[in-house]
């Protein structure tokens, strides 16, 4: 305190000797205890003047405890240093009220801010002697603060009042009016500041005013909060009003006024009315429709029941407790375990379970529960639902379950193609396995799709007749249609349909039967029988004709006989003779299409008749067209006429040169094949048993199929004028039929044609061949079928099982290559069918090679050894005839595995 005490004023230097020293010291000390003990903040500046002499900074002297607890700084942080460097944060105006302190040597009281420190203060200043400056501190921070958040929330607050759309309002003791907010003023169409000051009794009609003063004395009188809610007549429309009125009390806890918060209800009170209305109407609905109703604290587990959910179940109303427990002791064990899995955290539920009835039946319930109440960590505490008897349901509901399995269960194993579509897209929604083998897709290309996506319809308008006829009549019975295949083949159908239920949807039920083969059928007897006609008015007429022809030929010979050689009528009488004979030529292709040509019966071996016709062939038939013949057997024995079965031969033989201008391969064969009844079925009147089978086949154009149906008819010919009579294949026929035999023909426009003839072998050739031609030759070994037809898939695995391997049979050729890809180590033998849309047998095997170059295979075709099946012998494949027997496919595959498929030799 040097620096405060050497400025002390110079009246203690008259006090003599040690009293005046005393009287310092005192008073130092009594300066010191308050410096130090003070609660302000004291600083005790020297003022730095500048050239002018005004005050420039102000630089500390002396800082008091008060300081350092205010401040954090003690005196030797700031000591020497100036105000700015200590305090550089704080506002202008301390500098401003410094400088009138020391301008006008006069105190100044006023706060300030240190944004440093974060701390109001309040602030004296004063000049306790000439060229110092004293500042006195009062920290008011907490004050400031206090005042802020005052400000802030009497503005919150007044903002709210003002935005509110409720009416506020304060009335005084004096029943005046102190306060209004805008919404109230704009009731009451004026602005607040001409409300306040007013009675309140003057802004309300005298009824409504009374009833406020009423509970506005209660407020005073009790210090409580009263509410209340009236239907008012306010200004020029009725409204319903909630009036909260608080007590506003001074410090003493008087209640000095009230504050009046009014809202309009009445939207509210006609929502209250709705709801009311609207329960009302749930009671009477719930009553008609005879449901229970009940409510679940899921906490205590206490329960509401209606009556209705008692008297459902045979008990009177509130004859048990109801609860969750007496609930769960009414239902079955078996489903009491259903509100296990409830998810709570959805809002609504519905669940089935059966509940014991009075009597011990049990009654199928169906509750439906809604979520009500949640707590404040969103668990559900409160549901609410109803219960609903639908035992009668349960039981229609278990019946048309039986009868849909009984439907199901006949439409899965119906031999008939069966199908389920909707209405009116035609969209299927089950299928059987006959429609799948019916149209060779499996169920996943179907289910979800139509007749038209799948392109099934052959003919578009067939469609459009089926609907319309089911539209007409509901229903359709053996409708013949013709449906397209995946693979692009047609098969025949007898269509019928009819509307069917299925669980409450309507649809169609649509059931075909496959006709295709009995078509063919059909179409073969018709064809034998127009066949047989003809050939009866055939014979009829060469009967008559050779009559004629006996008179013309008689009368001629006795013309030539009584005239002179080289005499007019001796030349006619011998033309005419000429064309006697000729006729009678033609009188015996008819006869021998009527199958009364016959006179010769004697065993005939058909290798040597091939052999007979191809050697005279062979001097008059074209270098360009190679013939070959193939016999499996040394003898082929038959019984007939030699002469008319050469005819056949023949016939057939000139037929395949002529239909290879540009030459070919002309192939005639025999075998033995043994004819079952199911490949008879194919054929018209011929038996069960061993045939020989006689080929001819050529590389030809191939014949047209609209041409194929009239091929045997007489006098029927594609040949030009004067190249042929159209009596040749029709003369074969007969010869064929007359024998007791039958004739097929297969053709393809562009391949060629082959005629298979069978003639049923003789007592002969059976005795004398029967040993070796029924003896099959067995194996072992894995052999892949690839065929396009069905029924050879299904013959040849037949047979290839009873020789003792093991099959695997496909359907074309790109799928062959997708097996033979992942299994080709397995596979010992591959037969091919050299025939198949899509791929061809010769690009399958030259694929299936590329996989396994040493592969083994055996080409099959009804076609026989040709230019094409040629290709396959040089690339190394084997070959085998269709039809084939078990004998003929046995020694097929053991030479086939015996091959050198490098060399395409046999080992």
Same mark, same amino acid.
């Given at each position: 305190?040097?620096?405060?005490?050497?400025?002390?004023?110079?009246?203690?230097?008259?006090?003599?000797?040690?009293?005046?020293?005393?009287?310092?010291?005192?008073?130092?000390?009594?300066?010191?205890?308050?410096?130090?003990?003070?609660?302000?903040?004291?600083?005790?500046?020297?003022?730095?003047?500048?050239?002018?002499?005004?005050?420039? #900074?102000?630089?500390?002297?002396?800082?008091?405890?008060?300081?350092?607890?205010?401040?954090?700084?003690?005196?030797?942080?700031?000591?020497?240093?100036?105000?700015?460097?200590?305090?550089?944060?704080?506002?202008?105006?301390?500098?401003?009220?410094?400088?009138?302190?020391?301008?006008?040597?006069?105190?100044?009281?006023?706060?300030?801010?240190?944004?440093?420190?974060?701390?109001?203060?309040?602030?004296?200043?004063?000049?306790?002697?000439?060229?110092?400056?004293?500042?006195?501190?009062?920290?008011?921070?907490?004050?400031?603060?206090?005042?802020?958040?005052?400000?802030?929330?009497?503005?919150?607050? =007044?903002?709210?009042?003002?935005?509110?759309?409720?009416?506020?309002?304060?009335?005084?003791?004096?029943?005046?009016?102190?306060?209004?907010?805008? +919404?109230?003023?704009?009731?009451?169409?004026?602005?607040?500041?001409?409300?306040?000051?007013?009675?309140?009794?003057?802004? +309300?009609?005298?009824?409504?005013?009374?009833?406020?003063?009423?509970? @506005?004395?209660?407020?005073?009188?009790?210090?409580?909060?009263?509410?209340?809610?009236?239907?008012?007549?306010?200004?020029?429309?009725?409204?319903?009003?909630?009036?909260?009125?608080?007590?506003?009390?001074?410090?003493?806890?008087?209640?000095?006024?009230?504050?009046?918060?009014?809202?309009?209800?009445?939207?509210?009170?006609?929502?209250?009315?709705?709801?009311?209305?609207?329960?009302?109407?749930? &009671?009477?609905?719930?009553?008609?429709?005879?449901?229970?109703? $009940?409510?679940?604290?899921? !906490?205590?587990?206490?329960?509401?029941?209606?009556?209705?959910?008692?008297?459902?179940?045979?008990?009177?109303?509130?004859?048990?407790?109801?609860?969750?427990?007496?609930?769960?002791? @009414?239902?079955?064990?078996?489903?009491?375990?259903?509100?296990?899995?409830?998810?709570?955290?959805?809002?609504?539920?519905?669940?089935?379970?059966?509940?014991?009835?009075?009597?011990?039946?049990?009654?199928?319930?169906?509750?439906?529960?809604?979520?009500?109440?949640?707590?404040?960590?969103?668990?559900?505490?409160?549901?609410?639902?109803?219960?609903?008897?639908?035992?009668?349901?349960?039981?229609?509901?278990? &019946?048309?379950?039986?009868?849909?399995?009984?439907?199901?269960?006949?439409?899965?194993?119906?031999?008939?193609?069966?199908?389920?579509?909707?209405?009116?897209?035609?969209?299927?929604?089950?299928?059987?396995?006959?429609?799948?083998?019916?149209?060779?897709?499996?169920?996943?290309?179907?289910?979800?799709?139509?007749?038209?996506?799948?392109?099934? $319809?052959?003919?578009?308008?067939?469609?459009?007749? !089926?609907?319309?006829?089911?539209?007409?009549?509901?229903?359709?019975?053996?409708?013949?249609?013709?449906?397209?295949?995946?693979?692009?083949?047609?098969?025949?159908?007898?269509?019928?349909?009819?509307?069917?239920?299925?669980?409450?949807? =309507?649809?169609?039920?649509?059931?075909?039967?496959?006709?295709?083969?009995? &078509?063919?059928?059909?179409?073969?007897?018709?064809?034998?029988?127009?066949?047989?006609?003809?050939?009866?008015?055939?014979?009829?007429?060469?009967? #008559?004709?050779?009559? @004629? !022809?006996?008179?013309?030929?008689?009368?001629?010979?006795?013309?030539?006989?009584?005239?002179?050689?080289?005499?007019?009528?001796?030349?006619?009488?011998?033309?005419?003779?000429?064309?006697?004979? =000729?006729?009678?030529? @033609?009188?015996?292709?008819?006869?021998?299409?009527?199958?009364?040509?016959?006179?010769?019966?004697?065993?005939?071996? !058909?290798?040597?008749?091939?052999?007979?016709?191809?050697?005279?062939?062979?001097?008059?038939?074209?270098?360009?067209?190679?013939?070959?013949?193939?016999?499996?057997?040394?003898?082929?024995?038959?019984?007939?006429?030699?002469?008319?079965?050469?005819?056949?031969?023949?016939?057939?033989?000139?037929?395949?040169?002529?239909?290879?201008?540009?030459?070919?391969?002309?192939?005639?064969?025999? =075998?033995?094949?043994?004819? /079952?009844?199911?490949?008879?079925?194919?054929?018209?009147?011929?038996?069960?048993?061993?045939?020989?089978?006689?080929?001819?086949? /050529?590389?030809?154009?191939?014949?047209?199929?609209?041409?194929?149906?009239?091929?045997?008819?007489?006098?029927?010919?594609?040949?030009?004028?004067?190249?042929?009579?159209?009596?040749?294949?029709?003369?074969?026929?007969?010869?064929?039929?007359?024998?007791?035999?039958?004739?097929?023909?297969?053709?393809?426009?562009?391949?060629?044609?082959?005629?298979?003839?069978?003639?049923?072998?003789?007592?002969?050739?059976?005795?004398?061949?029967?040993?070796?031609?029924?003896?099959?030759?067995?194996?072992?070994?894995?052999?892949?079928?690839?065929?396009?037809?069905?029924?050879?898939?299904?013959?040849?695995?037949?047979?290839?099982?009873?020789?003792?391997?093991?099959?695997?049979?496909?359907?074309?050729?790109?799928?062959?290559?997708?097996?033979?890809?992942?299994? $080709?180590?397995?596979?010992?033998?591959?037969?091919? #069918?050299?025939?198949?849309?899509?791929?061809?047998?010769?690009?399958?095997?030259?694929?299936? &090679?590329?996989?396994?170059?040493?592969?083994?295979?055996?080409?099959?075709?009804?076609?026989?050894?040709?230019?094409?099946?040629?290709?396959?012998?040089?690339?190394?494949?084997?070959?085998?005839?269709?039809?084939?027997?078990?004998? /003929?496919?046995?020694?097929?595959?053991?030479?086939?595995?015996?091959?050198?498929?490098?060399?395409?030799?046999?080992?």
């Amino acid at each position: 305190m040097k620096n405060i005490s050497s400025k002390e004023p110079d009246i203690i230097e008259y006090i003599p000797g040690k009293y005046a020293e005393e009287k310092l010291w005192q008073k130092e000390s009594l300066y010191r205890s308050l410096f130090n003990e003070m609660l302000s903040a004291f600083i005790l500046f020297e003022i730095i003047y500048d050239n002018e002499g005004k005050p420039r #900074d102000y630089r500390f002297l002396d800082v008091n405890p008060a300081f350092e607890k205010m401040t954090g700084l003690c005196i030797s942080q700031v000591q020497e240093k100036n105000f700015i460097e200590v305090f550089s944060d704080v506002d202008p105006s301390w500098y401003e009220n410094f400088y009138r302190v020391v301008s006008t040597e006069k105190p100044v009281h006023f706060e300030g801010y240190s944004h440093k420190l974060k701390k109001y203060a309040d602030v004296i200043a004063y000049m306790p002697q000439k060229g110092q400056l004293a500042i006195m501190l009062t920290d008011i921070t907490e004050r400031k603060t206090m005042e802020v958040a005052l400000r802030q929330s009497e503005e919150k607050y =007044r903002i709210l009042s003002e935005a509110s759309q409720d009416i506020i309002y304060v009335i005084n003791k004096d029943d005046y009016v102190e306060y209004v907010n805008s +919404f109230a003023a704009k009731q009451f169409k004026c602005s607040p500041e001409e409300l306040i000051g007013k009675p309140r009794s003057s802004l +309300f009609p005298p009824e409504l005013a009374s009833q406020q003063k009423y509970f @506005l004395e209660k407020v005073f009188k009790t210090g409580q909060v009263v509410q209340s809610e009236s239907k008012q007549q306010f200004l020029e429309h009725v409204c319903w009003q909630n009036t909260r009125l608080v007590p506003l009390k001074d410090e003493t806890g008087e209640v000095r006024a009230v504050m009046g918060v009014s809202r309009d209800i009445t939207e509210t009170k006609r929502v209250d009315e709705a709801l009311r209305v609207s329960e009302e109407r749930l &009671k009477f609905a719930l009553e008609g429709t005879n449901d229970g109703v $009940w409510d679940w604290n899921i !906490l205590t587990g206490e329960a509401y029941f209606s009556p209705r959910y008692y008297t459902m179940l045979g008990y009177e109303p509130y004859e048990f407790q109801p609860s969750y427990e007496s609930w769960k002791s @009414l239902v079955h064990p078996d489903d009491i375990e259903i509100m296990e899995h409830v998810d709570f955290k959805k809002d609504n539920y519905t669940l089935e379970f059966r509940m014991r009835e009075k009597t011990g039946e049990w009654y199928w319930i169906k509750s439906r529960g809604k979520v009500v109440e949640w707590d404040e960590y969103g668990k559900p505490i409160r549901m609410v639902g109803t219960h609903t008897d639908i035992t009668d349901q349960k039981e229609a509901e278990n &019946k048309l379950r039986l009868s849909e399995e009984k439907f199901f269960k006949a439409f899965s194993i119906s031999p008939d193609a069966m199908a389920i579509s909707s209405i009116p897209d035609g969209t299927y929604l089950e299928v059987n396995e006959v429609f799948l083998n019916l149209l060779g897709y499996t169920a996943e290309e179907v289910i979800g799709k139509t007749s038209k996506t799948l392109n099934i $319809w052959v003919n578009s308008e067939d469609e459009g007749k !089926l609907f319309s006829m089911i539209q007409k009549s509901g229903k359709v019975t053996d409708l013949e249609l013709s449906f397209r295949r995946k693979d692009s083949k047609e098969v025949i159908v007898l269509m019928s349909a009819s509307y069917l239920d299925v669980r409450g949807e =309507r649809c169609l039920l649509g059931i075909a039967k496959d006709i295709t083969e009995r &078509k063919k059928l059909e179409e073969q007897l018709f064809q034998s029988q127009k066949m047989e006609a003809i050939g009866q008015l055939a014979g009829g007429i060469a009967h #008559d004709f050779n009559n @004629l !022809l006996t008179g013309i030929l008689g009368y001629s010979t006795i013309l030539t006989m009584e005239s002179e050689e080289g005499s007019i009528i001796y030349d006619a009488a011998t033309t005419i003779e000429k064309a006697a004979l =000729r006729a009678t030529e @033609l009188t015996k292709q008819l006869l021998g299409f009527s199958r009364r040509g016959k006179f010769i019966i004697k065993t005939v071996n !058909l290798n040597d008749v091939v052999s007979e016709v191809v050697s005279l062939l062979s001097r008059t038939i074209h270098k360009n067209i190679n013939i070959i013949e193939r016999f499996t057997v040394e003898k082929s024995l038959i019984t007939g006429d030699p002469g008319q079965i050469q005819q056949v031969v023949l016939n057939l033989a000139v037929n395949a040169r002529d239909s290879m201008p540009e030459g070919g391969v002309l192939t005639i064969e025999t =075998r033995e094949v043994y004819l /079952d009844q199911e490949y008879i079925r194919f054929l018209v009147d011929i038996k069960p048993g061993y045939y020989i089978m006689l080929s001819v086949i /050529d590389t030809g154009c191939g014949i047209p199929k609209e041409t194929l149906e009239h091929i045997f008819e007489p006098f029927f010919t594609t040949k030009e004028k004067d190249k042929g009579t159209g009596m040749g294949l029709a003369m074969v026929y007969g010869i064929v039929k007359n024998h007791g035999g039958a004739i097929h023909v297969y053709s393809e426009v562009g391949y060629g044609t082959v005629f298979h003839v069978y003639f049923p072998v003789s007592e002969e050739h059976i005795l004398k061949d029967s040993a070796d031609t029924r003896k099959p030759l067995s194996g072992t070994g894995r052999i892949l079928v690839v065929d396009d037809e069905e029924v050879v898939l299904d013959i040849s695995s037949r047979l290839l099982t009873q020789l003792g391997y093991e099959v695997i049979t496909v359907k074309g050729g790109k799928h062959a290559l997708e097996y033979y890809q992942n299994y $080709w180590q397995e596979i010992d033998l591959v037969i091919i #069918d050299m025939i198949m849309p899509e791929m061809s047998g010769h690009d399958c095997f030259k694929a299936l &090679k590329r996989i396994n170059p040493e592969i083994n295979a055996l080409m099959s075709t009804g076609y026989g050894v040709n230019g094409k099946s040629l290709e396959f012998l040089e690339e190394g494949c084997s070959f085998i005839q269709k039809p084939y027997n078990i004998n /003929d496919l046995s020694a097929s595959i053991i030479n086939a595995l015996k091959r050198d498929y490098k060399s395409g030799k046999e080992i």
